[in-house]
């Protein structure tokens, strides 16, 4: 189905917003404000649509021409000036704020380093197989067929060099791509790069150790599960990676969550260094980069994964602070917010959970800093904040160019 629109405004997300002939919302990928194209329905809905855009006709000023094929796959903001995105995520988080009736104090525009291109030092490829043999791929936006691709301009070129190394082993052993499920590639700022590769077999082929490799671990994942659950089957070589943030070093594995676009989260990093008053509980830990960086004396790292918190352990243990990690999810460790003591949250995309809220409200910690992937569940939580905090500051940062995701970080005090 086929419908010319004109496009209003982007939205989160990352759509244009337009309307069709029979009065529904249409969202739409690959379009920007302003512009007239025709669309392809890719999803019908009673109340609204999601569309592609197939062909511009009156095309916006910012706009640019996608440099890699399957832009929309992985990053669909390629179509617009590198100003215009910074501009437009400014602008999307204001309106979510304003809509959640969140005050913000005045703040500058989106910050970034400038590097547009090969920032990532995570990405993950699925496989496609044929008469040529096996080759990386990635699902194309709005469908389940894949695409094959080299690699992607976002990944940091090691990434790449070691993802289509260990594919083309795997080529010449002839395996099947339906006994592969993905590769998740990893790499340091030095570029050493550890890989998880996924497969469908309880018993896989043993591989070497491709020089672009400097790990690599085979886990096993039942295809028929619903539930998304992984076994070992056996790791090669060092799976470790280290690097250097305000100048402490953090180690952490392929497994560890870590920060994607490390110069600009060591720019947020350097926010919350600043405005920390007093020795942290640091809930979402992760591998403890945040509540580690910017400690001075004493910091509490609590992590719910396991590998996770081991990892935190390590780092906490190299550190010159007094440092605890405690093992539990945030909403199970909800005796960690004391009254006496700021709290960083640095929580996933669905944000706090009420009970995390209502012990916020309810105990009162003198400072809440808020580093946020999800701007939309960040003026959420803040809504139900602002009876007890002020917003002392606020930042937008562009951790990942040419894709609508933004990040942001909220510091409040007490009223």
């Known amino acids: 189905m086929f419908e010319n629109v004109t496009i209003e405004k982007l939205v989160h997300g990352g759509q244009g917003l337009g309307q069709l002939a029979d009065g529904r919302k249409v969202f739409v990928w690959g379009a920007l404000p302003g512009e007239q194209v025709q669309v392809r329905i890719i999803k019908n809905k009673r109340s609204y649509a999601e569309a592609i855009a197939e062909e511009v006709i009156v095309a916006a000023p910012e ?56 920032y990532r030092n995570k990405m993950e490829y699925g496989f496609w197989g044929d008469e040529a043999g096996l080759h990386l791929a990635l699902y194309g936006r709005g469908s389940h067929a894949k695409q094959i691709v080299a690699g992607s301009k976002l990944a940091m070129p090691a990434l790449d060099a070691a993802a289509n190394a260990l594919c083309a082993q795997l080529s010449v052993l002839h395996t099947r791509s339906g006994d592969l499920q993905s590769l998740i590639v990893r790499c340091d700022q030095d570029g050493k790069v550890v890989a998880s590769l996924m497969v469908s077999l309880k018993k896989f082929t043993q591989l070497s150790l491709p020089p672009e490799l400097q790990g690599l671990r085979v886990y096993y994942v039942n295809p028929n599960s619903s539930v998304r659950s992984s076994r070992l089957l056996y790791e090669l070589g060092n799976y470790t990676l280290q690097d250097k943030l305000l100048g402490k070093p953090f180690r952490y594995d392929g497994d560890s969550f870590f920060q994607i676009n490390l110069p600009v989260f060591e720019k947020a990093l350097a926010q919350i260094k600043a405005r920390l008053v007093g020795d942290p509980i640091d809930m979402y830990a992760g591998v403890g980069v945040i509540g580690l960086s910017a400690a001075k004396q004493q910091v509490t790292l ?3 994964h396991a590998a996770t918190a081991a990892m935190a352990q ?4 190299a550190s010159d602070l007094q440092a605890d990690v405690v ?20 929580p996933p995309r669905a944000g706090l959970h009420p009970k995390i809220v209502e012990q916020l409200l309810d105990v009162q910690p003198p400072q809440i800093i808020y580093l946020s992937c999800d701007p939309a569940t960040q003026a959420r939580d803040l809504a139900g904040l602002q009876q007890n905090y002020a917003i002392d500051f ?20 007490r009223k």
Not at 403 to 410: D, G, M, N
Request: charged share 25%.
């Open 394 to 413: 606020f930042e937008v940062y562009n951790f990942f160019p040419h894709t609508p995701h933004i990040e942001t970080l909220a510091v409040l005090s």
């Open 314 to 317: 390590v780092n906490a243990q």
């Open 327 to 346: 093992e539990a999810s945030t909403e199970r460790a909800l005796d960690c917010i004391v009254a006496d003591r700021p709290i960083i949250f640095d």
């Open 302 to 304: 609590v992590e719910s």
């Open 63 to 118: 706009r640019r021409v996608p440099d890699e094929e399957n832009y929309l796959a992985t990053s669909p903001w390629q179509i617009m000036t590198f100003a215009a995105e910074n501009t437009y995520k400014k602008a999307i988080v204001e309106e979510l704020f304003a809509h959640q009736k969140v005050v913000l104090p005045t703040f500058a525009d989106t910050v970034h380093d400038d590097h547009e291109w090969q």
